[in-house]
């Protein structure tokens, strides 16, 4: 079994700042993709940002330049800087993680139990 756990949502001005983490625990093999979306109340489910094993990224036009995504493999950890934030940036954030399962290397799929990130204006 594998286990995410995501930590820093919070209430924040906008303008401000937060840094969100994702770690993974378990019969990990290799973790291959990592990624972070949210949904917004009443809203799909969306991409934010995606980091690959080679750690080459892509953000949604709604982040680019304002949000940084990062990963320590050492940690199996997944971070999210979320910089400039604006009130259409609150919704449930969630981590998403590509992996092959230990010992039979199956691929698997995993999401974080979700962090409320909350900007006021």
């Known amino acids: 079994q594998v286990q995410l756990v995501e930590s820093g949502g919070g209430l924040v001005q906008a303008g401000g700042s937060l840094r969100l983490s994702c770690a993974a625990s378990g019969s990990i093999f290799i973790i291959n993709g990592m990624g972070w979306y949210r949904q917004a109340p009443g809203k799909q489910r969306e991409l934010v940002a995606l980091i690959t094993s080679g750690s080459s990224t892509n953000y949604a036009d709604s982040v680019k330049g304002r949000f940084t995504i990062s990963r320590d493999n050492a940690k199996n950890t997944v971070y999210l800087q979320m910089n400039s934030l604006k009130p259409e940036d609150t919704a449930v954030y969630y981590c998403?993680?590509?992996?092959?399962?230990?010992?039979?290397?199956?691929?698997?799929?995993?999401w974080g139990q979700g962090t409320q990130v909350t900007v006021s204006s």
């Open positions: 998403n993680v590509k992996l092959m399962m230990w010992p039979n290397r199956t691929p698997n799929d995993y």
